[in-house]
């Protein structure tokens, strides 16, 4: 079954974890998929292997808090693919589980340039080229910390809470004009993102896993990929505006 034949996907972040699975999924399914990622070297990889495995993908080395660059990922895709159906925005950094009282402007300013600037920037560039061609679909990679209070810094929570927001004015606004918008919620996923957090701080660490041990099990980038592909295909054609939380039920206690 090819479920996105023909259709051309952004994924932003993809050189590596759930972004890399997502791209590689969507290419199996028949998509035509845009690396992009700030990483020069993981992103030339990961279209070499997809490449090796006659996936068709194109890769474009993007920092999604600038503007320009957002502006070349897109143009780039139009150039080389002549259109873009599918946009997800999975590029995100975490913020050192900084508490309130803890946390430092440089951080605060990092993580909202990338994790919630870089989605606004991405959409707005979109959104007039799905307009024109009839329509389009948004997948927004939200965090478990986009919908409970506790379970990340301060900064994090806020910029997830504000992506899932954005998620349903998207879909409410420009539902009508064919083009539909939703989120994925996860719990920890096996990746390299908490490691990539140098600094923690040490107090926000400390009570925002305080329910872990109540996480059924942490989740597989494949499973992440799995709710993408479903929203990013027709199968999902009645879903728009919702954020689905990707946890095996840990926010549902
Ligand atoms: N792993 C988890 O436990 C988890 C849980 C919930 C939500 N998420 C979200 O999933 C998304 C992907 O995370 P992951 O776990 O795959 O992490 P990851 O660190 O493995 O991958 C993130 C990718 O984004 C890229 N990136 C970082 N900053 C960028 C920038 N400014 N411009 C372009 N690319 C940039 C990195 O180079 C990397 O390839 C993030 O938005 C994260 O908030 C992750």
């Known amino acids: 079954m090819s479920r996105l034949n023909d259709k051309v996907a952004i994924i932003t972040g993809s050189g590596s974890g759930i972004g890399k699975e997502i791209a590689r999924s969507y290419a199996k399914e028949g998509a035509k998929v845009v690396i992009a990622d700030f990483n020069d070297e993981s992103l030339r990889e990961t279209v070499a292997e997809f490449q090796k495995e006659g996936l068709d993908a194109f890769g474009v080395q993007v920092n999604v808090a600038s503007e320009d660059d957002i502006q070349r990922m897109v143009d780039d895709t139009i150039a080389h693919y ?61 965090s478990i910390s986009g919908l409970t209070g506790g379970r990340g810094g301060l900064a994090y929570t806020a910029v997830k809470h504000a992506v899932v927001g954005m998620t349903k004015n998207v879909a409410s ?81």
């Open 82 to 142: 002549g259109k873009v159906d599918i946009l997800v925005n999975n590029a995100g950094i975490g913020d050192e589980m900084q508490a309130a009282g803890n946390v430092q402007d440089d951080t605060w300013n990092r993580v909202i340039d990338i994790n919630l600037t870089g989605v606004m920037r991405a959409m707005r560039k979109v959104i007039p080229h799905f307009i024109e061609q009839g329509g389009g679909t948004i997948v927004n990679m939200a």
């Open 173 to 253: 606004q420009y539902g009508p004009l064919h083009i539909r918008c939703n989120a994925i919620a996860p719990a920890q996923v096996a990746t390299k993102f908490a490691a990539n957090m140098s600094k923690m701080d040490q107090f926000g660490l400390e009570v925002a896993t305080r329910g872990v041990s109540m996480m059924p099990r942490v989740g597989t980038v494949e499973e992440v990929a799995n709710i993408a592909i479903f929203l990013a295909s027709d199968e999902s054609s009645l879903i728009n505006g919702v954020a689905i939380a990707a946890d095996s039920g840990w926010s549902a206690y």
